[in-house]
């Protein structure tokens, strides 16, 4: 088991022919993923080393039963693509584009929600996720993630930074400890996939025994995991926040990560997931020793 | 990115939002054309990105050309809660009845556009929201459906705006929605929005913050970005193409990925340092954006130390240990890199640093975050 993805998900490649579609989109395939196809509008009938494009996502869908989507389209084309694919029945879209307009955001979620329920979007501006041995979609390098053991215990991470979705992935395999899935839900204002959509999916999978959160300042969201977690997990979870010295007022980096009129500060953070009984690491190194005495605890 | 006030103003004028006609000026002599040209009374306003301007005395009323003269002279160069004030807006002063307040924000936790509206305007909408929350309405509005007149009159009478002024600000809800959703604002905000003696609503101020990833289709916001105000290092990071934000501290940070960055920030703080940068140089992490960033952090007279924190994920550590090998030949550096690099092939790219030909005086290397941040904090007293 795993959450949203396994070895069964068959994965198209929306804008595979371009550079970052074309690099990403091999290096999940060179991972074991099923990547069945790739959607470039006027290109059909070309292939990517073996692998057929297809002039839109309906057409991929027919010719391969594609149920999973991964996006690498410049932030113009990006909520079109998005909703392509949730018109043509595509389940589950990873978007990774970086630069897309909230306003825009905003709408393409409204939209998947009113007509398109069924299908969940990751991202955008995410890492992709990866269940370690069956599915890696997305920009994370697969090397780093610790195979899970069928006997347990694994871990599964939930991330909102790219970077230290890496590190956190990194941490736990220099403990030896298996992942299960690891999703990064991106650092944007409108995220399609929430921390609260990923515990539920953790809390649910046998094969998840325990769960790290990375949550950054800026929103909510990690105030709603929290009330989410004092309700719903009862599984051990260690967490990190990162922007505990970030100066009000300024983006860093990501477009969601902002402390604004004092509110989304990471303190605030902290303390809400502590009630929940999460224990806190003021670093990521210690959110994973964290982690690995829960594990230890759990064998 | 925020606009100052006057720039708010014209941005609204595009969508019709009523405004008093008026003139930017940068120097005392301007300020009193401007004000010839706007009909006396006249109100002479400080602009700059920081709240409270007009208990910081930078907002005053000038009734002649000598008031004008003498106001502007004192506002100009007037700093304001550490913003200098380098321009000043002069326009008609307007006789105000009554003060509301309007803004439209996206609320992330609902992930729809949030109308917030009240009678009681012209004071910190926060100290509204304290004293008596009732007396604001909150109103979501579906991205896709978004805001009809006859929801804004609703959202009008439940905010209790008087009989007389429904028409008027209902109309102006609509127009600054439009200005919000089409304009790419992450925020809109008119405080205070006024009623006039004659029944006119009007727009007395303009807090307008804009969606940088929507810069592709506003070509026009070119001139906006002109006027930002960044310090030099900031500047030259911009032409640099880096994500910059300049800090206090005396650590120079370079780390690749937003997260990370901030986090080693954190870091450098929980040992008891200070950072004086936030940086990202993005994934690639290559000789060129390392070289750039190393130029960058160079430029700040306020650095002792410097921290590379890389961790390697599809970029190879010894990709990056090349890259910094390189940068480092490049740049004449006045303060000494700790580097923590972690990571895919993270053990290649030590050896490579290690094997460089750079003395330990220059670079030195540390296997964890942690043990990094200690080293780079200690130099750096």
Redesign the interface.
């Known amino acids: 088991m795993a959450i949203f993805v396994d070895q069964n998900t068959k994965v198209i490649v929306q804008g595979l022919t371009g550079g970052q579609g074309r690099f990403h989109g091999l ?1 999940n395939k060179a991972y074991g993923t099923q990547i069945v196809g790739g959607v470039t509008p006027g290109k059909s009938g070309q292939d990517v080393e073996g692998i057929p494009v297809f002039d839109s996502v309906e057409d991929a869908v027919k010719a391969t039963g594609a149920t999973a989507s991964f996006i690498a389209v410049p ?2 084309a990006a909520p079109a693509a998005i909703l392509e694919a949730a018109r043509a029945g595509i389940g589950f879209v990873v978007c990774i584009t970086e ?6 955001e ?2 393409v ?3 998947l929600q ?1 007509d398109f329920p069924a299908t969940r979007l990751l991202g955008p501006n995410c890492p992709g996720i990866i269940s370690p041995g069956k599915c890696n979609i997305g ?3 697969g ?2 993630a610790q195979l899970p053991t069928a006997s347990g215990p694994n871990v599964g991470i939930v ?9 956190a992935l ?1 941490e736990l395999k220099q403990q030896g400890i298996g992942v299960s899935t690891c999703v990064g839900i991106g ?1 944007d ?2 995220p399609g996939t929430s921390f609260v959509d990923c515990l539920a999916e953790f809390q649910a999978d046998p094969e998840t025994h325990a769960i790290i959160m ?1 949550g ?6 990690e105030e ?1 995991a929290a009330e989410f977690i004092t309700n719903h997990v009862t599984k051990p979870m260690s967490a ?1 926040i ?6 009000a007022g ?1 983006k ?6 902002i402390v604004s ?1 004092g509110k989304g500060t ?1 303190q605030g953070k902290m303390d809400a997931l502590r009630m929940a009984g999460v224990k806190i690491g ?4 210690e959110a994973g020793s964290l982690m690995a005495e829960i594990v230890n605890n759990l064998r | 990115m925020d606009l100052f006030e006057y720039q708010g103003k014209q941005y609204f004028a595009k969508y019709n939002i009523p405004v008093s006609a008026g003139g930017v000026a940068h120097t005392v002599d301007e300020a009193v054309a401007e004000a010839e040209k706007a009909v006396y009374p006249v109100v002479v306003k400080a602009q700059v990105q920081v709240g409270g301007r007009g208990k910081a005395g930078g907002i005053k009323l000038a009734t002649n050309a000598d008031e004008v003269r003498l106001h502007a002279g004192n506002i100009l160069g007037m700093d304001i809660k550490g913003h200098v004030v380098k321009r000043v807006w002069i326009e008609h002063a307007s006789d105000i009845a009554e003060e509301y307040y309007a803004s439209f924000t ?1 609320d ?2 609902a ?3 949030l109308l917030m509206l009240s009678a009681q305007g012209g004071v910190e909408i ?1 100290d509204v929201a304290a004293k008596d929350p009732t007396a604001i309405v909150k109103l979501h509005i ?3 459906v978004g805001l009809s007149l006859a929801t804004a009159r609703q959202a009008s009478i439940d905010a209790k705006i008087p009989e007389k002024a429904l028409d008027g600000v209902a109309d102006m809800l609509v127009k600054l929605y439009e200005c919000f ?1 089409k304009g ?1 604002c ?1 925020l809109a905000e008119i405080n205070p929005l006024i009623l006039k003696p004659t029944g006119e609503v009007h727009a007395l101020d303009a807090k307008v913050s804009l ?1 940088s ?2 810069a ?2 506003h070509p026009e916001w070119e001139e906006y970005a002109a006027t930002e105000e960044l310090d030099a290092r900031e500047q030259l990071a911009r032409e640099k193409n880096l ?1 910059y ?1 300049g ?1 206090d501290g005396t650590v120079g940070i370079i ?9 080693t ?6 040992v008891g340092g200070s ?1 004086a940068n ?1 940086l ?1 140089i993005g ?1 690639g992490a290559n000789a060129e954006m390392m070289t750039a960033a190393l130029e960058v952090i160079n430029s700040d007279a306020k650095v002792k130390s410097i921290f590379i924190n890389i ?1 390697g ?2 970029t190879r550590g010894e990709e990056v240990a090349k890259g910094i090998v390189e940068a480092v030949k490049r740049v004449t550096l006045r303060a000494p890199i700790v580097i923590r690099l ?3 092939n993270a053990e290649e790219g030590r050896k490579i640093l290690a094997e460089a030909g750079i003395p330990d005086s220059q670079l030195t290397s540390r296997p ?3 043990e990094a941040a200690r080293a780079a904090v200690a130099l750096a007293k």
């Open positions: 290096r932030p113009k630069g897309i307009p909230a306003q825009d905003a709408r979620f409204a939209t009113r920009i994370t390098a090397e780093i991330s909102r930074s790219g970077t230290l979705t890496y590190q990194y650092g204002p409108v990375i950054e300042i800026g929103g909510s969201a709603e990190y990162a922007g505990v010295t970030a100066p300024k860093m980096g990501h477009a969601g990560a009129g990471a003021l670093n990521p190194t | 996206l992330r936790a992930k729809q556009h926060e579906n991205p896709i959703t790419d992450d969606d990833n929507a592709f289709r994500q934000i800090l780390a690749n990925g937003a997260g990370l960055a901030m986090s920030l954190d870091v450098v703080n929980q950072a936030f990202d994934g961790f994920g599809i972690d990571g895919t964890t975050m942690l």
